[in-house]
């Protein structure tokens, strides 16, 4: 790992910690030397992925965080700092997903989808910049997005405009935060391959999908950690209200 991407010394935050891209972010930000905190709903898986991480070495907390509750955020802001002191790096990244079409979605579904993605994003990078504001420290908050915030696709319309408007206020912050040294990024993946899609992706329709991906093949965990250390270290001073794509080329790929 060249030295430009270290972390010695920082503290990163990574929300959705319990999901298998927040516990891979959460070990790369920690292997390149920063202190994590796991944050996400679920403590103890949280808690599990803390006691693997010390076993290598690594230092971390595990933190209760619902990103839809601004007391709840505020309140485990402070447990985190009472244990690393100052947080300089967020990876934002609790999301939730539906599969529902528009005419079958209630209200309910909309908010249910909307309200973690986008204005959990939103509550997440205001009290990190708030606190580093008034810090005067620098800092570097990395939202992640998603190509489907770039394109669309069939029976994922909140999701996709969650992401869309995520995508814009990163920009939107970045140019208000500017003035503080917080630099504001998006990180959107492409389709990663987990756990979770793995079964779906060696179907007809999953295999279809990967044939429409110039590279043909699905992204894996380890081909968004280049992405991620630069967005979170010092090597991207320069760069705020971007967004890295990271998807073998399928937003290239033709109608």
Known sequence: MTTVFRLDGKTAMVTGAAGALGRHFARTLASAGARV???????????????????????????????????????????????????????????????KKSLDMSADDWSAVVDVNLKGGWLVCNEAARRL?????????????????????????AYAAAKAGLEHMTRALALEWARYGIRVNALAPGYIETDLNRDFFASDAGRALINRIPQRRLGQAEDLEGALLLLASDASRYITGSSIVIDGGHLQSSL
Request: charged share 15%.
């Open 37 to 99: 905190v796991l944050a996400g709903r679920r403590i103890e898986p949280l808690r599990e992925l803390a006691a693997e991480l010390a076993e290598d070495g690594l230092t971390s907390c595990a933190i209760s965080m619902d990103v839809t509750n601004p007391q709840g955020i505020q309140a485990a802001y402070d447990e985190a700092q009472a244990t690393f002191d100052t947080i300089d790096i967020v990876v934002s990244n609790a999301g939730v997903a539906s599969t």
């Open 133 to 157: 504001a008034a810090a005067q420290r620098p800092g570097s908050l990395i939202n992640v997005t998603s190509i489907l915030g770039h394109r669309v696709a069939g029976a994922v319309v």
